[in-house]
């Protein structure tokens, strides 16, 4: 059971780093960027989703 759980935490900290660089990378503010980037940091699970749902998007070249 620890597995499943030790992977499970693995893959959340991708997606909250993947998340985070997707931040720093978008038009937003800097206010904004920084507050994202704390919501993702301090709640890792309900802040990603709250991202994937309202936050912003790294710009495409």
């Not at 030790?6 to 038009?27: E, K, Y």
């Not at 507050?35 to 802040?47: E, K, R, S, T």
Request: no cysteine; proline share 5%; glycine share 12%.
């Amino acid at each position: 059971m620890t597995e499943i759980t030790g992977i499970g935490g693995f893959i959340l900290l991708v997606l909250d780093v993947w998340a985070i660089v997707s931040v720093v990378g978008s038009t937003a503010s800097t206010g904004k960027k920084v507050l994202w980037v704390l919501l993702i940091l301090i709640l890792p699970l309900l802040g990603f989703i709250i991202w994937l749902i309202a936050g912003p998007r790294s710009t495409r070249p």
